[in-house]
């Protein structure tokens, strides 16, 4: 499925996809963000747009959370992904803010956003980054085996596995407390 920024919208995943409530969805696809549909006001008055020959994209909904911890969430998100990402690759991936790079190369690009009933995120990370306006690198440059659809999914199951548990720890955190008086 290629993304093109109209995706990024309150109840895409319950409308397009059938998926309820607060949810997370990968998929693979061409990339193509006209400035025009960019949701980042800095990049928007660069003139910026998002293009890669094929990206594994995540797209995710959470209602009842502020702006705050949706941004949290996505850098959550981004440290876990790039985690799975060298360990699958061995490669050296860095994360600075909501983006990740190997040898210096923007391997994703990455949003949050705020609708009127929820928080929105979008994080596409590169397979073949042909086409990208910025020095840019894929998951086949980093290890040929990871341009296979197959294997590809394998890296998104763990890292989809690997949030789910994070969030739902999360969780148990902030209810297994006695309060304080």
Same mark, same amino acid.
């Given at each position: 499925?290629?993304?093109?920024?109209?995706?990024?919208?309150?109840?895409?995943?319950?409308?397009?996809?059938?998926?309820?409530?607060?949810?997370?969805?990968?998929?693979?696809?061409?990339?193509?963000?006209?400035?025009?549909?960019?949701?980042?006001?800095?990049?928007?008055?660069?003139?910026?747009?998002?293009?890669?020959?094929?990206?594994?994209?995540?797209?995710?909904?959470?209602?009842?959370?502020?702006?705050?911890?949706?941004? &949290?969430?996505?850098?959550?998100?981004?440290?876990? /992904?790039?985690? $799975?990402?060298?360990? +699958?690759? *061995?490669? !050296?991936?860095?994360?600075?803010?909501?983006?990740?790079?190997?040898?210096?190369?923007?391997?994703?690009?990455?949003?949050?956003?705020?609708?009127?009933?929820?928080? &929105?995120?979008?994080?596409?990370?590169?397979?073949? /980054?042909?086409? $990208?306006?910025?020095? +840019?690198? *894929?998951? !086949?440059?980093?290890?040929?085996?990871?341009?296979?659809?197959?294997?590809?999914?394998?890296?998104?199951?763990?890292?989809?596995?690997?949030?789910?548990?994070?969030?739902?720890?999360?969780?148990?955190?902030?209810?297994?407390?006695?309060?304080?008086?």
């Amino acid at each position: 499925m290629p993304y093109t920024g109209p995706q990024l919208r309150p109840h895409f995943l319950l409308t397009e996809m059938g998926i309820q409530g607060s949810a997370l969805l990968g998929f693979i696809g061409p990339c193509e963000v006209k400035t025009d549909s960019m949701v980042d006001w800095e990049d928007r008055l660069a003139n910026d747009f998002i293009r890669s020959k094929l990206m594994l994209h995540f797209l995710g909904e959470f209602f009842g959370i502020s702006l705050n911890e949706g941004v &949290l969430m996505q850098r959550l998100f981004m440290s876990i /992904a790039g985690q $799975a990402i060298s360990q +699958a690759t *061995g490669a !050296k991936v860095l994360r600075n803010g909501d983006d990740l790079f190997v040898d210096g190369k923007k391997l994703s690009v990455s949003i949050v956003t705020a609708s009127p009933v929820s928080k &929105l995120l979008h994080v596409g990370i590169n397979i073949d /980054a042909e086409g $990208a306006p910025v020095a +840019a690198i *894929g998951l !086949k440059d980093v290890d040929a085996a990871l341009v296979s659809p197959v294997k590809v999914g394998v890296v998104a199951q763990e890292i989809l596995k690997t949030f789910q548990e994070e969030i739902r720890s999360i969780e148990w955190a902030c209810a297994k407390l006695r309060p304080v008086m």
